[in-house]
């Protein structure tokens, strides 16, 4: 395209902008459905514009060498994540909303590399090997199909009959590869359900819309009971049951990507009965979402991509927010709220993994930014269907009090006062034998409603389970996870480890009482021996405390303690004011831990530690056991 014609293109209701942000918000034409929930909008405008600027950033031209020419540069990883030319749709929806070459540009280059991670078969590979997943092809088939379909104008006829050919050869892949939900983690199916009604449509495909029907029907068999969660994100099944009998979900995957684009299906095909156990299974979700827009999913299968955000790959939960928002408006909240902890972690134009990056130094990798810039640029597209999104319903944690469990994930939210906080024992495992997740009747979150997150679970032990898509952690692996712990022999033990732990719970007087029964186990699920292995862990919660109580009936023999990693960045002034109380300064108010034992803060070479799960700095505070007694803690906001 000509830059004249594409100039006049773009300036197309210019004389309407309204907060800066953009011709497409022109509302002065009659034809034109008035405009609404304007604060949003621009706040998903500007992080979407500050993304793009920040991908252009990152952007190699050189156009003498195809096989880097358009390829964004990752600042944190020595590694090239395939899967950037999703980048292609939301770079030409900035270019049409300003109206600005450097964007056309950038979209054209990026999608014109993916030549380089293009396979015969019509696919393209996560990598530059050409062996690596090709799955990922689903996803930057919807990207494509959503770039032509709302943008393709801004492309001239060859390169626009180039790409949908190119769309054309992804689609047949993507329908060859994915004939029924479970040949793959669950995640996979559910994209396909909404990429082949939407890619059918474009390229009048009645097959690609009956095989998306069908794979819409099986979907609705993945919800569980009673609480509607959506499962399958396990190997080697989707339906592979744990020891407990318990079925594989992600919370991160679930609401960032799967929910997303079963939703998408769902409104544009009008499927009622799906909208209805959509919106059950959205409400379920959205109880895990924290007054500050974080997803709390220490337990989750996949936790192991965790960034508190989301989930590092995937795309963002804002479409499936807002457009059931007309049906359950915390969802609408959800979507704002969400949004803005996501520019939160925004610094330099890139999505950061975690709410601590900068202060640690920890670089991002590109891969959040490219993942997490397609559902804005889709809301931004199709805000005429979406219903009224503000923060005038609260979320339901931010009002919740009592105990709920969840019997799916065994697994237990609490709250009182300002407290919020996770307990769970939940036992299905990803991939192989190795427990990674919080489990072990661990206090796998704790959120408190005036100074923030305080406690957050990371893996186990710290494995890079997709080395293409997560980054090394920096220093020592040491857990976050609130645990119990003994070396015994130079082996580590912990409740952490222990998949058969149970929960009971009850709520009188004002305080919550949760109690589990756990045992000392190394990452084999074995028992230690020939020192105390059975502990009882209690949590108190009341409106001015959280207390936790460690105590076994067995004889402590190897040095035993209960380490309670404080979520703090550095910066946080830490204060030891005895051998039993320790603060962290907040801004918004002074952490208090007092204990019965001594308490120590592990020696670290830099202020902090830090754990790549779930993206946050803490300081490792320790109580050990003494033989005669058990551990008490007690944390207090003042």
Known sequence: MKRKDFLQLSSLGTAGLTLSMGPWLNSCSDK?????????????????????????????????????????????????????????????????????????????????????????????????????????TVFGAISLAEALQYHGDLLDEERRARWVDRLARAADFVYRKFPTMDVTNVNYGATTIYALNLIGKMLNKPEYLSRSKELAEAIKTYFTKPNNFLYGEIKPSAHKLSAKGLKGIDLGYNVEESLNNIVL????????????????????????????????????????????????????????????????????????????????????????????????????????????????????????????????????????????????????????????????????????????????????????????????????????????????????????????????????????????????????????????????????????????????LTYECSESSLRIIAKTNQKVISKTAFVLPIISPSGETVAQHSTNEITVQKPEGLVKITSNVPLTIKETPKERIFNMVPGAEAVPIIAYFDIESEVELTIEII
């Open 32 to 136: 034109v459905t008035k405009e609404h929930s304007l604060e949003f909008k621009k706040l998903v405008y500007d992080l979407l514009k500050d993304w793009c600027d920040g991908l252009i950033q990152t952007q190699i031209i050189n156009t003498d060498d195809p096989k880097v020419h358009g390829m964004f540069k990752c600042p944190a990883c020595n590694k090239v994540h395939g899967r950037m030319m999703d980048a292609v749709y939301p770079l030409l929806a900035m270019a049409k909303y300003t109206g600005e070459q450097k964007y056309l540009n950038s979209g054209i280059a990026v999608m014109e590399w993916a030549e380089n991670v293009t396979l015969p078969s019509g696919a393209w590979s996560n990598d530059l090997n050409p062996k690596s997943w090709n799955g990922i």
């Open 265 to 536: 299906y769902a409104v544009h095909e009008n499927d009622t009965e799906l909208l209805e156990l959509l919106d059950k299974s959205l409400s379920t979700h959205l109880e895990f979402m924290l007054p500050d827009g974080g997803w709390d999913n220490g337990w989750g299968t996949r936790m192991f991509k965790w960034t508190y955000w989301g989930s590092r790959t995937c795309d963002g939960s804002q479409p499936a927010l807002a457009l059931m928002a007309n049906r359950n408006p915390a969802l609408g909240t959800a979507a704002v709220k969400y949004t803005e902890l996501l520019r939160r972690c925004t610094h330099n134009g890139l999505l950061h993994g975690g709410i601590h990056y900068t202060s640690y130094g920890i670089k991002p990798c590109i891969h959040h930014t490219f993942a997490h810039t397609k559902p804005l640029a889709h809301l931004l597209d199709n805000w005429h269907e979406l219903p009224k999104i503000n923060t005038a319903t609260p979320l339901p944690r931010s009002t919740a009090d009592g105990i709920k469990h969840y019997k799916e994930i065994d697994t237990s939210l609490f709250s009182r006062g300002n407290w919020r906080g996770t307990v769970t024992a939940y036992d299905a495992i990803y991939k192989d034998g190795y427990y990674r997740q919080a489990t072990g009747g661990a206090l796998s979150l704790l959120y408190h409603t005036k100074v923030g997150l305080l406690l957050a679970a990371s893996m186990a032990k710290y494995k890079l389970v997709e080395p293409l898509n997560q980054q090394p952690n920096p220093g020592e692996d040491f857990p976050f996870t609130p645990r119990i712990e003994t070396m015994h022999n130079d082996k580590w033990n912990s409740n952490i480890f222990d998949r058969a732990a149970t929960i009971s719970s009850k709520d009188t007087n004002g305080q919550i009482l949760i109690n589990t029964q756990c045992q000392l186990k190394n990452e084999y699920n074995q028992a230690v021996e020939s020192t105390a292995s059975d502990f009882d």
